[in-house]
């Protein structure tokens, strides 16, 4: 089980809650689908965050009308029904020994509850491990918004289907990723396969290591049959924790593929052997 912090953006200190925040009932969708959202600036006016989420936001965001706020707006408004709001809370998880955490990015539809972790959850992305640098997500954040509009929209269209709180529920697409190619960094794979050889001996996947620009252009373009690797896990050096792995297409936003790992020595951070093999078997 997940814990939540929490907090709004990355700074604003509460208590920490238990448990998985609420999936959305069809009056809550229908809700969402007629509100305004809300999206929570960092305290800080030079935060980089502010920069990046405004950009992305402007250029990448259309199911909702919406507009940016602060950590204060955002607590006079939740329970109002009328807002839904994107913003970042700080996870860690029960399981996890190594006592880390990691940033996800919420998008949560208004409503009248004593805490943030009773706000209706519309949908959850890993970000970031905890403490990382905003530039290490900046440039996926297109990519990962247009995900969670789509993820939106197909819960509007079948609110009965509830295996869609959890991007697990993404892995029947897996079959479709034989047909795509997939753009990643180097520094999103595992040393066993940070090289297109290595790549190769294990899969026949169309994987392209690529650098940080040309991720941000195909999400732009929406390159057709292209997909790409967000992977969230610890800095260098760090052999614990979790790693997240999310591949996302960039013409049609769907998500592709989901998979989690608990690091250690034989399965360190990053895309893994057996990732490209699952993802082979189709």
């Known amino acids: 089980m997940k814990k939540i912090v929490a907090t709004c953006t990355l700074l604003l ?3 920490l809650l238990t448990g998985q925040p609420p999936f959305p009932g069809s009056n809550e969708i229908k809700q969402f689908a007629g509100s305004r959202t809300c999206v929570v600036f960092e305290s800080d006016p030079f935060s980089p965050f502010n920069l990046y989420i405004k950009q992305a936001m402007n250029e990448y965001w259309n199911i909702t009308p919406f507009e940016f706020a602060g950590e204060e707006t955002f607590e006079e408004r939740r329970t109002d029904p009328a807002w839904s709001f994107i913003l970042v809370t700080e996870t860690t998880f029960d399981k996890d020994k190594s006592g880390a955490s990691y940033f996800f990015i ?27 640098t905003d530039i290490e997500y900046g440039y996926k954040l297109g990519a990962i918004l247009m995900f969670m509009q789509e993820h939106a929209r197909l819960i509007s269209a079948e609110p009965t289907v509830t295996g869609r709180r959890y991007l697990t529920y993404y892995n029947k697409n897996v079959p479709g990723v034989a047909d795509k190619r997939i753009l990643v960094v180097r520094e999103d794979l595992s040393p066993a396969i940070n090289t297109p050889d290595k790549i190769r001996a294990i899969s026949g996947i169309n994987i392209e290591i690529v650098e940080e620009d040309e991720i941000v252009k195909a999400v732009k373009e929406k390159t ?28 049609d936003s769907e998500m592709y593929y989901y998979n989690q790992h608990r690091i250690d020595r034989n399965n360190p951070n990053g895309l893994l052997p057996s990732d490209l093999k699952r993802l082979s078997r189709f």
């Open 13 to 15: 200190t509460a208590g």
């Open 106 to 132: 919420n998008l949560l539809q208004g409503k009248k509850v004593k805490s943030l972790g009773e706000m209706p959850e519309i949908c959850a992305v890993p970000l970031a491990f905890a403490g990382e």
């Open 224 to 251: 057709p049959n292209t997909l790409i690797l967000h992977m969230v896990g610890p800095p260098e050096g760090r052999n614990a924790g979790y790693c997240f792995k999310m591949l996302i297409g960039t013409d």
